[in-house]
């Protein structure tokens, strides 16, 4: 019985609500953990509420008998903890990891959405589904290749969960077992999400995103001003401004690719950049070293 959903989703910094009797709840025990079904409930998105499918995946849908289940995901992200044993939700299928045998080797979670097209994923609802699965392969020892859509399982006969490509989904999953961002970027993680700064310091994603702008906004207006003030026989010109010039043209900078740069981080609010990749595109082209002297020179600037 797999009586520790409940801790590993909570510990994921995931919202849990555990369902009365969950821990005794089942068609028996599982056989074992081999990895996660993503299924979607197709209820109608006109019944209101955050899991109006729970006493379906309880009870049964009047052809199969409860538990249909082991979680169950609110449109909100809250996971609904069903059952501890084994549930009926994978039906005939295969995997080769698997077998044919996933309700017994399977953790099967019913996310609810209607399944039905112009009804898209909660960013929410399906930013906790990564997550919490992330969690879980992590609590059994199993890699992203293991998360498994219902449409995957048995390709003949299902759909679910509908408008998720699988290969992207796991992608997502792989990044959070590496504890990094989902591919594509920042975008993917909530705005109030921690996160560690090159230094160690906590702060949020949007405090981040905030910070990284200032801080290129400010190196964007230093060379700017660098840049016009570099006049021939200019009396005003310094020499700590004539050093950061040397240094940026013997690191290859130039003003376009501060603008690029500067650009790149402006998407940030819209998701369009990665900061690790932003971070990872100017130390390629400056080298820790040089950087650091840039950024000197560049506060000596400033300060003047």
């Known amino acids: 019985m ?29 056989s074992g953990v081999r990895g996660v079904l993503w299924h979607h409930t197709a209820t109608s998105a006109k019944v209101s509420g955050d899991y109006p499918s729970e006493r379906v995946v309880l009870e049964g849908n009047g052809t199969t008998d409860g538990p249909l289940c082991n979680l169950g995901l609110g449109r909100s992200g809250t996971w609904y903890v069903i059952s501890a044993g084994l549930a ?10 698997v077998g044919t045998n996933g309700n017994g080797y399977l953790i099967g979670i019913e996310a609810e959405h209607p399944g039905t097209a112009g009804n898209p994923w909660p960013a929410e ?8 699965t992330a969690a879980l392969l992590k609590a059994y020892g199993l890699g992203a290749d293991r998360l498994i859509g219902h449409k995957e399982w048995a390709p003949a006969r299902k759909i679910d969960p509908y408008g998720l490509d699988m ?11 590496r504890g990094s961002p989902a591919p594509g970027g920042i975008e993917s993680m909530a705005l109030d999400t921690p996160w560690k700064d090159t230094y160690g310091n906590t702060q949020t994603v949007q405090g981040f995103m905030a910070e990284t702008q200032r801080d290129l906004n400010e190196i964007h207006a230093a060379l700017l001003a660098l ?6 026989g200019d009396p005003n010109m310094t020499n700590g401004a004539n050093a950061l010039m040397d240094t940026v043209a013997r690191a290859s900078i130039t003003y376009a690719m501060v603008q690029d740069l500067h650009r790149k981080v402006d998407e940030l609010e819209t998701g369009g950049v990665d900061v690790d990749a932003v971070a990872a595109r100017i130390a390629e082209k400056l080298g820790p070293q040089i950087a650091e002297a840039v950024a000197n020179k560049i506060a000596e600037r400033m300060a003047a």
């Open 88 to 97: 009926y939700h994978a039906g005939t299928g295969s995997h080769p990891a």
């Open 167 to 177: 290969k992207t989904e796991r992608a997502h999953v792989e990044n959070y077992l």
């Open 125 to 132: 609802q399906l930013d906790s589904y990564r997550r919490g």
């Open 2 to 30: 797999l009586t520790n959903l409940a801790d590993v989703l909570r510990n994921a910094g995931l919202k849990v609500v555990e369902v009365p009797g969950w821990k005794t709840r089942g068609h028996g025990p599982m």
């Open 227 to 232: 840049q016009k003030s570099r006049i021939p």
